[in-house]
């Protein structure tokens, strides 16, 4: 089969595009799919470049880093193992099964929860894992995952815009159950024009919440159609002041998946009581925290990876309802992956970009 095969750490290069890539055999308890486009994340660029390993202390880069360590430098923080295929949101059709797995789902279209729990403790977060990083994932013409993982649906939606959902809705599901969710709620949504920050905002206005998202000048209006009732140049000179007179306030609860710099200022615009939750820090994972502001104002800090099984159910409800609008920036076929990772990396689009396989 064809399949973008990553060899090593480092930049575009080290994704190989194969067509003699054997067809993964699903094992017991498993469902083989004929994926028909998978949605990438900045996960798949985090891994590739070896960001997550503890040696990184800068933003996100579409360059490997030359500090990173393959010995954590895993989604998990476990050692890395080549080769290994990416992608954690495949769509596509389920077209055989291993044994202990129902027939009948054979045919069906079906989309796949990355995340990987452990069979037997599926709560213990430690040992979780992920598609595309802990085993192969979608960004070939087969994939083969846990069957507990697969979702088949009745969308009406084409496999490119239900690609665009997994990971990054899933995630922003689950930063929005996290920290309970209310329409009494005023919420801020940093990076709201990437895949999560766009789901963020949809996911929130589903729950009549008051929305202040964060945003380049030039996709304001396209985060506005989503439904955000204020939107803040992420440019501004004030940002953070600019931001609480939009909300006429402190806010209930900041949504982050950006961090860097602007961080601190955040902490400092919630409200005693108020909830800070946070998915990732493409502008760098390092930042100053007052623990004054914490304690003093009663604050919540969350942080959002492992996510109950019932949050991904819940996004598939959702999608089946007609209730999730997606929100594909950009199109590829897989064998121009490396043109794909070059243009996710400059952050011109809005919501998700899809690879055809």
Excluded at 41 to 51: E, H, K, L, S, Y
Excluded at 87 to 116: F, T, Y
Excluded at 271 to 279: D, E, L, N
Aim: glycine share 10%; hydrophobic share 40%.
């Amino acid at each position: 089969m064809r399949a973008a095969v990553l060899t090593g750490l480092g930049g575009p290069e080290v994704l190989v595009l194969r067509d003699d890539v054997p067809v993964p055999v699903p094992a017991a308890g498993e469902a083989l799919i004929h994926v028909a486009a998978c949605g990438m994340n900045n996960t798949d660029i985090n891994t590739r470049v070896g960001w997550y390993s503890k040696s990184v202390t800068e933003a996100t880069s579409g360059d490997g880093f030359a500090e990173a360590t393959v010995n954590d430098g895993t989604w998990s923080g476990s050692g890395f193992q080549f080769p290994r295929i990416q992608g954690a949101d495949p769509s596509g059709r389920i077209v055989a099964v291993g044994a202990d797995v129902d027939e009948a789902i054979i045919g069906r279209r079906a989309l796949v929860d990355c995340c990987l729990r452990d069979v037997d403790e599926p709560m213990r977060r430690e040992l979780a894992g992920y598609l595309g990083s802990e085993r192969d994932g979608g960004f070939a013409e087969y994939v083969a995952v846990p069957a507990r993982n697969v979702h088949v649906h009745n969308s009406q939606l084409t496999d490119v815009e239900l690609a665009s959902f997994p990971c990054s809705w899933a995630t922003a599901n689950h930063m929005q159950h996290r920290i309970r969710l209310t329409a009494s709620d005023r919420i801020l949504i940093t990076g709201a024009s990437g895949g999560v920050g766009s789901a963020l905002v949809s996911l929130a206005k589903l729950r009549g919440v008051t929305v202040t998202a964060v945003c380049s000048a030039s996709k304001a209006d396209r985060v506005r159609a989503l439904g955000a009732d204020h939107v803040i140049d992420r440019s501004h000179a004030n940002l953070h002041a600019a931001a609480r007179d939009a909300n006429g306030g402190p806010f209930d609860v900041v949504a982050d998946v950006v961090g860097g710099s602007d961080a601190p200022g955040w902490f400092e615009s919630l409200r005693r009581g108020g909830r800070y939750v946070t998915c990732g820090a493409i502008a760098g994972p390092m930042v100053d925290l007052d623990l004054r502001t914490l304690y003093l104002n009663d604050l919540e800090f969350h942080g959002t990876t492992v996510y109950d099984p019932a949050v991904f159910t819940d996004l598939v409800n959702i999608i089946e309802r007609g209730d999730a609008r997606p929100v594909v920036g950009a199109v590829y076929p897989l064998e121009q992956i490396h043109e794909a990772q070059e243009a996710f990396q400059r952050k011109h689009h809005v919501g998700s970009m899809v690879l055809t396989i």
